[in-house]
């Protein structure tokens, strides 16, 4: 079975040659390598198209800038394989991760997740258990999505997952092409949405590296957090609600993924939270959504049974949507 492998290039022309270097040497060998560029302006093009001439299986494409959503998105279009997986251009991925990850897609499993690592320093990540989620049934899928992804029990990433291109095919599943921070989540919250079984292996087989120039590691200003918070929501709600998940359940979500998204950021900063909020208070949807989830009681009830720390948690939010309000109203 052919297995795509899907790398967004941007301006990496330190680490590119690395990654590339790490999926050539999968002991798997049905691969195809898209190094889908995203407009570089250094000599990114130029090692890519060294590596075309030196593998078959490796495949160039490049288009104008539009960010990273909408070049994975790219890349999905143009893959052949049955199943395929993300790798970011400056990291790289043990050698077995493909044929340890490939056994498991039996039957009905749509997404393998395994666990992640930072090799420079030994850092653990991500640590994934072993596990089998049958998710068949509507409960199973919420249940999942509340307590295993945005619990990040699997991780939000989409870089420690083999994803079957039939789901994707299937449910008309895209990245969210206007978010900036959070693009994973926004995936990952349509796939387990249809997704019928999901496995999950313990072996640490993507590897992340800590770069002082990598997007994670670049001082993004908090506001990216709301104003892709109100994008990734505005999306997920107008794609599957009220077809796919309950206005209920989506106002359970919309609480969780809030506090994941960027409530952790602030911590309790007060000061620096309100200033960045007006910034984006404008966005009606944003105040309108906290305003019906913050002070919905079966919410507030639901959470507060299952929460330990719901109260530091629920002053955030009553915080946030009392801001809003006044902020609103001015």
Not at 93 to 118: N, R
Not at 183 to 204: P, S
Not at 226 to 249: A, E, W
């Amino acid at each position: 079975m052919l297995v795509s492998v899907i790398v967004p290039v941007y301006n990496v022309e330190k680490y590119v040659g690395e990654c590339i270097e790490s999926i050539l040497n999968q002991t798997y060998k049905d691969i195809e390598i898209l190094l889908i560029d995203d407009g570089s302006s250094d000599n990114s093009k130029k090692i890519c198209e060294e590596y075309v001439q030196k593998d078959e299986r490796v495949h160039y494409f490049l288009k104008e800038h539009s960010g990273l959503s909408a070049t994975r998105d790219y890349g999905i279009s143009k893959c052949k394989g049955d199943f395929f997986i993300f790798v970011d251009s400056d990291d790289t991925i043990k050698p077995e991760l493909i044929e340890k990850v490939l056994p498991f897609f039996i039957e009905d499993v749509d997404v393998v997740a395994y666990g992640m690592e930072s090799p420079d320093d030994g850092y653990v990540l991500r640590n994934v258990q072993d596990d089998d989620f049958f998710l068949e049934k509507y409960s199973d899928r919420i249940d999942f999505i509340m307590n295993v992804l945005l619990e990040s029990k699997i991780f939000f990433s989409v870089c420690n997952k083999m994803y079957r291109k039939n789901l994707f095919v299937e449910h008309d599943i895209h990245p969210v092409s206007d978010v900036i921070i959070g693009e994973d989540l926004a995936i990952n919250l349509q796939v387990f949405t249809f997704a019928r079984r999901v496995r999950a292996i313990h072996d640490k087989l993507y590897e992340y590296w800590l770069r002082d120039d990598s997007l994670m590691n670049r001082d993004k200003e908090h506001t990216y957090y709301f104003n892709d918070f109100c994008n990734i929501m505005y999306f997920f709600k107008n794609r599957l609600v009220p077809q796919y998940i309950s206005m209920h359940d989506y106002r359970y979500i919309y609480v969780k993924t809030m506090d994941n998204q960027f409530m952790c950021r602030y911590g309790r900063n007060r000061i620096e939270f309100e200033n960045d909020l007006k910034k984006v208070v404008r966005k009606d949807f944003f105040a309108r959504e906290c305003m019906r989830v913050f002070f919905y009681p079966v919410i507030f009830w639901k959470l507060f049974k299952e929460e330990t720390n719901i109260h530091s948690k629920w002053l955030d939010y009553l915080f946030c949507a009392r801001l809003l309000k006044r902020l609103k109203d001015k």
